[in-house]
């Protein structure tokens, strides 16, 4: 009888699955705000979906640095890698698309009560492909990882499973923000909310299951390529100059989170989107090659 123990390696390595088993705690503690939400459907329980989004975000950091702190203690391996793959799933997964399924059932939108809104009927549909994109956007992965030691890619092809649930978030964030307007930097400009801003508001519970469907997209298409902006930030090595923009970019990011969060995650999602659009537009103006004659 084949013992399935004796495939595992013997070497772990502690520290950079530590790291990973935090991005999958936050994604259980996210998706754990998210079921509490539920909990008779009372508006004073959407403060636990603003606060599931956080934990989503602070699963990204851990996932940013599980991946470098393993190839700097020499301590990858084929446990980790694959242990990484399923963390990103519940947190990049499954947590993003109950986020939104929360939202818009907070947005009165039952699908049990509102069965003349056609979007009630979809949002399963929406949701469902955005977390089976990240389901098979993660197996293609690691098939393809499997064939290739290094990780320090610069690229990839379709969008990764953190930036697409960074998309989500950051507008659930940004939402929460707008709804309650208490923020310091819109107090400053305006001491109370703008008249027709809830009606605004009330669109995004609506139509982000859309955004998710879109998402679910982009994640398995190969024919849009995003930037690892990880690799692209620590792989050249961290001398002054790129050290001293981080604690600035960060510093700022501390006081203006959710609006540049929200603009730093739209603008990787759409960025190069809207370069493959208008690459053949680009290609249809160039000049065409000078032809000799021979005579």
């Known amino acids: 009888m084949a013992n399935g123990f004796k495939d595992m ?130 197996a293609r992965f690691n098939s393809v990882r499997d064939g290739h030691e290094s990780e320090d890619h610069l690229a990839f092809d379709g969008m990764p499973t953190p930036g697409a649930a960074g998309v989500i978030t950051s507008l659930v964030l940004m939402y929460f923000t707008l709804t309650d307007w208490d923020a310091w930097f819109l107090t400053y400009f305006s001491a109370t909310k703008p008249e027709g801003l809830d009606q605004a508001l009330a669109l995004i519970p609506q139509y982000l299951p859309i955004c998710c469907f879109l998402l679910g997209y982009l994640m398995v298409s190969n024919r849009i390529t995003y930037p690892h902006v990880a690799s692209q930030m620590f792989g050249q090595g961290m001398h002054f100059d790129r050290f001293a923009s981080m604690v600035f970019g960060v510093t700022v990011v501390v006081f203006f989170k959710e609006p540049l969060l929200f603009v730093i995650f739209f603008g990787y999602a759409l960025w190069p989107a809207a370069q493959w659009i208008g690459s053949p537009l680009r290609r249809s103006k160039e000049p065409p090659a000078a032809v000799s004659e021979e005579e």
Request: aromatic fraction near 8%; include cysteine; proline fraction near 4%.
């Open 9 to 138: 390696p013997r070497h772990i390595a502690v520290i950079p699955n530590i790291i990973t088993l935090c991005n999958a705690v936050c994604g259980f503690i996210a998706l754990t705000l998210i079921a509490g939400s539920l909990e008779g459907g009372e508006t004073h329980l959407l403060v636990r979906l603003h606060q599931a989004s956080w934990f989503i975000l602070a699963g990204m950091l851990f996932d940013v640095f599980d991946g470098k702190v393993a190839r700097a203690t020499g301590g990858g391996t084929t446990l980790g890698a694959q242990l990484d793959s399923l963390a990103d799933l519940v947190t990049f997964g499954l947590a993003p698309a109950g986020l939104t399924l929360a939202l818009f059932h907070h947005g009165n939108l039952d699908p049990v009560h509102d069965a003349g809104n056609p979007l009630s009927k979809l949002m399963w549909v929406f949701c469902l492909a955005y977390f089976l994109g990240a389901l098979l956007r993660l």
